[in-house]
């Protein structure tokens, strides 16, 4: 079974701080990618990475940045963080080539954070 | 760009009943793929069912199973002899089948949340 371990389950963060969300995946998966969730809005890419040292932004990539130094781990950096960004934080892994276009994305269990 | 649109906020059942949740989805691709995602409270998102748009066949899972209608781009799953474990957040989302950079990203709905009574 595919495992997507986020660090944190929830974090409280202060205005202007820099956060760091870690996300490590078990099956050698390609690709990477970093939602936000808030309700009514579903879920919301932030950016994408399809291999190591390769990113793409998403839909909503702004106030955020991302580093994937190595194939396992894909890391979400708020430079500093802001209220309008509390919210749920999901990551997420899936193969690449031929077995992408079908294959699910596994998901980590999310990160709750608030910023005050 | 592909939108979802899951026009139903909140939905209800009532235990051993059927429910649909319904899903329509914007793109001008012929080829892609759809799923529907569960999101229970402890917020792990799970794959209910996956279609691919090139087959006619609907796809089945056990108690769930989608009525996909490719030219209406409707996407609708349905729930059969309601558990309580069903009630989550369930989730449409598409992807297209073209298979380089961020085409390979899902595209989501708002998503469902559906309660399950006794």
């Known amino acids: 079974d595919v495992k997507v371990t986020q660090s944190s389950r929830y974090l409280v963060k202060r205005t202007g701080e820099k956060v760091f969300l870690e996300c490590v995946q078990d099956m050698d998966h390609e690709n990477m990618f970093w939602y936000r969730q808030d309700p009514g809005l579903g879920l919301r890419l932030i950016y994408f990475s399809y291999d190591v040292k390769m990113k793409e932004k998403g839909d909503i990539p702004e106030g955020y940045s991302v580093s994937r130094e190595k194939k396992e781990r894909f890391s979400l950096i708020l430079e500093s963080a802001s209220t309008n960004q509390t919210s749920m934080y999901l990551c997420?892994?899936?193969?690449w080539g031929t077995g992408s276009r079908r294959s699910p994305l596994h998901f980590g269990n999310g990160t709750r954070l608030t910023v005050t | 760009a592909q939108t979802v649109t899951q026009s139903q906020p909140e939905m209800s059942v009532q235990e051993a009943e059927t429910v649909t949740l319904s899903c329509t989805y914007d793109?001008?691709?012929?080829?892609?793929?759809l799923f529907w995602y569960k999101q229970p409270p402890s917020r792990q998102m799970i794959l209910v069912i996956r279609?691919?748009?090139?087959?006619?066949q609907n796809a089945t899972e056990n108690r769930f199973s989608v009525n996909f209608q490719k030219a209406a781009k409707s996407f609708s799953l349905k729930i059969s002899d309601s558990q309580l474990g069903d009630a989550a957040m369930y989730f449409c989302a598409y992807r297209s089948a073209t298979n380089t950079g961020t085409a390979s990203k899902l595209t989501f709905g708002t998503g469902t949340r559906l309660q399950v009574t006794l």
């Open positions: 279609q691919e748009a090139y087959k006619q």
């Open positions: 793109t001008s691709e012929s080829d892609y793929y």
């Open positions: 997420a892994s899936s193969l």
